[in-house]
């Protein structure tokens, strides 16, 4: 029995040579605890749960962690998905150093964390053997490593969504297995290297929203196996080469947004079978090409800011497109129903062209139609009654035409639309609220709508932007206003509003960051409530982050713009401005910039009384008008705490007093008008009221000087800090300054008679106390 036992002992080492490790590697174990380490650092914690990482730890085997992959047979680690760790805190680029170390992975995802430095062209040369590395959706900058040209295996490459910088190298030719390569929306510069053309294997080369110049490389008519190609928003120049065509497997090009030019007269015939197609802005004119009829698979078509003219073809309307997008061209005639019969479409743009007539009473059999944008037209007519039977409709914008009617579709409340705008068109009657519970923007300005403000527009409890401006509405200012908590956006200005402003309908609105009233028929006082709305405090709200409609299809309106994706396709469709009072003029505010902006306009109403110091509280406002009303007493000192304002209009009012030291401390101040007032004393010197040298902006004054209107002042001109306001935050009454301007020259003492001789007995003010804010 002794023989058998000494050979079973002899060949125990060679047997575990055999069996497979059954834990990680010590070393990879130990950087992933160090990178644990550093993450919970940046948290400032010491709980493992709140990053999601509790099994992470040193007495289990690092293969059963979460987010962690290991080999089923030499149990090395060689997948890590580190993306989407739940922070708002940045994370240095410099965490991800022990992660180099584990030569074997061959799977990196760190997408999506506000990770911000730049990245290790040596710690990246270590990972040879990966196949698929996601960086996207950070804050990662500096220039694409030349190391990159190392990962000889890797076939998914995606940096998109940062903020790298520089050029391509021409290292990235290396990569002779590599399938997708995207770069969008970066920083990334000079040209397309030719050395792209070496990816043989490349099938989606996304290069979109970069600062690309030059014109397309014509290496890339080398990569046969290319299905998209998407290469707008650049500064690509050139003639679009007609042999992109010519390449079989391509199924989507993007190509716009350069200065890349159509050559109208080269005549095509692809050898390709698109299923996306964007010309957008590349000069493109005459008819539609006929040669897209051949497209049998078309499913997004954009040619959009070209110079097309003639009518919509029925060829086209018949293809069946999901998406057609040919906004800001020339195209004339009338909208075909034909179009509305397909079971495909989804979005349809026709906007800034010259279609004419009334809309296909059919337009309701698209019952997919989720945005229909049709503004800047000349279509007439009413609105079909029909257009409420598509239960996808999400966009609705059918602005700038001759559409008229009393009579509106009644949507299903329950319905999905979130966006419409049916401005400056000759609607009439009262205002429609036929729409969804859940509609977020409400665009009606400019219309003939008369009557009260409905009392059902409550039960919009979703809504964000409600617009009214120029029309015929009567009433007071409903209480219901304030049940609606989500609403940023209220232009009611230019139409017979009446009565005063109720101290309570704001109260609930914190959200409310634009507000216009003016030019109505209002009485009574500001209410001091508004001086507390945090929407204009100095933190803004978005709007709609996104809204998600289908798989592959997302609609958001983040700063004001549509975007619409569907893949690797992404095209933005702008909305309309917001109109106005800026800076002495009416002007749209562009939807771009809407989200930033904090506008408070009262003015050109007959609103009485005391400014309140309350005012002073909104720290985000942009524009603050209270012109051409009745008020007077002074000007608070609390403006001064104004941090952001731009344009400041108290004109053509009664306010008396000096203009506050305080403003010297504006510094984004570049309007500024107290013209036909009462005011007197020196014009503040300091800061950006330097500036201020328009003398028409202080002209109809009692007793202003100072050298911004070239007016000398006396030595006994009262200064702006003489005037001080209450703990209370009253004013001093007016006779205390008009006292002490009329006694100097009389003395000390004839002014303090004058002032017993009157009855009068004026306490020494009080120590003002200021409030702050915190803000972002």
């Known amino acids: ?46 709980n493992s749960s709140v990053v999601g990482l509790e099994s992470w730890n040193s007495m289990s085997d690092c293969c059963t962690w979460t987010r962690v992959v290991c080999s089923s047979h030499t149990r090395d680690i060689i997948a890590l998905h580190l993306q989407f760790f739940p922070t708002s805190d940045y994370m240095n680029s410099r965490i991800l150093d022990p992660i180099y170390g584990i030569r074997t992975l061959m799977l990196l995802d760190i997408s999506a964390n506000y990770m911000l430095g730049e990245i290790s062209g040596n710690g990246l040369a270590n990972l040879t053997k990966l196949v698929h590395l996601d960086m996207s959706y ?88 290319l299905e998209t190609l998407n290469l707008d928003d650049n500064m690509l120049s050139g003639e679009i080469p007609s042999w992109l065509f010519d390449i079989k497997s391509l199924k989507n090009l993007n190509l716009g947004g350069n200065t890349l030019i ?66 800001n061209n020339k195209l004339t005639g009338l909208v075909p129903s034909r179009l509305f019969q397909s079971p ?68 299903d409340p329950e319905g999905s639309l979130r966006y419409v705008d049916l401005s400056s068109n000759e609607l009439s009657g009262d205002i429609p609220v036929s729409f969804c519970r859940r509609t977020s923007i409400l665009a009606l300005g400019e219309n003939k709508f008369s009557g009260n403000l409905p009392e059902n527009m409550k039960y919009m409890n979703e809504l964000e932007y409600l617009d009214l401006h120029d029309n015929n509405i009567t ?34 609105q914190s959200s409310l960051r634009i507000l216009d009233l003016s030019n109505n028929n209002f009485i009574g006082s500001i209410p001091s409530v508004l001086g507390h709305l945090k929407g204009m405090s100095g933190t803004h709200i978005g709007y709609v982050a996104a809204y998600n409609t289908r798989d592959g299809l997302v609609i958001s309106w983040v700063t004001g713009d549509i975007y619409l994706s569907s893949g690797m396709f992404t095209f933005t469709v702008e909305i309309n401005d917001l109109m106005v ?95 036909s007032n009462k005011l007197s004393g020196k014009i503040p010197q300091g800061g950006q009221m330097d500036t201020m040298n328009d003398r028409s902006y202080f002209a109809n004054n009692s007793g202003l000087c100072g050298v911004q209107i070239k007016v000398k002042c006396s030595e006994n001109e009262p200064t702006p800090d003489a005037q001080a306001e209450g703990d209370d935050g009253e004013q001093e009454p007016w006779y205390l300054w008009t006292g002490v301007w009329i006694g100097f020259p009389l003395g000390s003492i004839s002014s303090v008679l004058t002032a017993f001789l009157s009855g009068y007995f004026v306490m020494p003010p009080t120590k003002y106390h200021s409030i702050q804010y915190r803000h972002r």
């Open 581 to 675: 009072n800026w800076k002495n003029a009416v002007q749209g505010l562009s939807s771009r910039n809407q989200h930033i902006y904090s506008l408070l306009d009262l003015s050109k109403n007959k609103l009485s009384g005391e400014i309140p110091v309350s005012l002073g509280n909104l720290k985000g406002l942009k524009l603050l008008n209270i012109s051409n009303n009745r008020l007077s007493g002074y000007i608070p000192q609390s403006f001064g705490g104004l941090d952001s304002i731009e344009t400041l209009d108290l004109s053509n009012n009664n306010i008396s007093g000096t203009i506050p030291q305080s403003f010297s401390k504006l510094n984004q101040l570049s309007v500024l008008d107290v013209s």
């Open 344 to 411: 495909r479409l989804s979005f349809l743009a026709l906007s800034k062209n010259n279609f004419s007539g009334e809309l296909p009473e059919n337009i309701g059999e698209a019952k997919e139609l989720m945005v229909l944008m049709l503004s800047r037209n000349n279509l007439s007519g009413p609105i079909p009654k029909s257009i409420a039977d598509i239960s996808q409709l999400v966009l609705l914008d059918l602005s700038k035409n001759r559409f008229s009617g009393n009579t509106f579709p009644v949507f």
């Open 138 to 225: 950070n804050y990662l900058n500096g220039s694409i490593p030349i190391e990159i040209g190392n990962l000889t295996k890797l076939q998914n490459f995606s940096i998109d969504h940062n903020q790298f910088t520089g050029r391509i190298p021409d290292s990235i030719g290396n990569l002779k297995g590599l399938e997708r390569l995207d770069l969008r929306n970066n920083y990334l510069q000079m040209q397309i290297p030719n050395a792209i053309g070496n990816m043989s294997n490349i099938s989606t080369l996304a290069l979109s929203k970069n600062n690309f110049i030059g014109a397309i490389p014509p290496s890339i008519r080398n990569l046969s196996k």
């Open 475 to 508: 009433g007071n200012i409903p209480q219901f206003l304030s049940q609606i908590s989500t609403l940023q956006v209220l232009s009611l200005r230019n139409n017979s509003l009446h009565g005063s402003l109720p101290s309570n309908s704001f109260s609930n």
């Open 1 to 46: 029995m002794a023989k058998p036992l000494s050979l079973i002992k002899l060949f125990v080492p060679f047997i575990f040579m055999l069996v497979p490790c059954t834990s990680c590697p010590a070393h990879q174990k130990q950087s992933l605890l160090h990178f644990k380490s550093s993450l919970l650092d940046i948290f400032n914690t010491s």
């Open 262 to 327: 159509w050559n109208n007269n080269v005549k095509i015939v692809p050898k390709c079978m698109f299923s996306q197609l964007s010309l957008r802005s590349c000069k493109v004119s005459g008819d539609i090409p006929e040669w897209i009829s051949t497209q049998k698979n078309l499913d997004i078509l954009e040619l959009s800011d070209n110079e097309l003219t003639g009518r919509f073809p029925i060829w086209l309307a018949e293809m069946e497109v999901g998406s057609i997008l040919l906004s």
